[in-house]
């Protein structure tokens, strides 16, 4: 089942959802279900270096938003 997320982030950069590319930063992703590592790649100027997230129920309209700063 798909699940969406928002990866936030003060530049554009590609977010990683298990190891996968999965978009850029500031789009709502399509992400599969369950248990997730997200981070933004090299170089690892932001923080934290990795978010774990499990989303559920959500929709294109009301995604999981997952914070970076950097």
């Not at 798909?2 to 530049?11: G, L, M, P, Q």
Request: glycine share 10%; charged share 25%.
């Amino acid at each position: 089942m798909s699940e969406f997320i928002r990866v936030h982030d003060a530049t554009d950069r590609r977010a990683f959802v298990n190891g996968e590319e999965l978009g850029r930063t500031n789009e709502i992703l399509e992400s599969g279900s369950g248990p997730f590592r997200v981070d933004l790649g090299v170089p690892t100027t932001y923080d934290p270096s990795f978010r774990r997230g499990s989303p559920s129920g959500t929709t294109a309209d009301a995604p999981l938003d997952v914070d970076f700063t950097p």
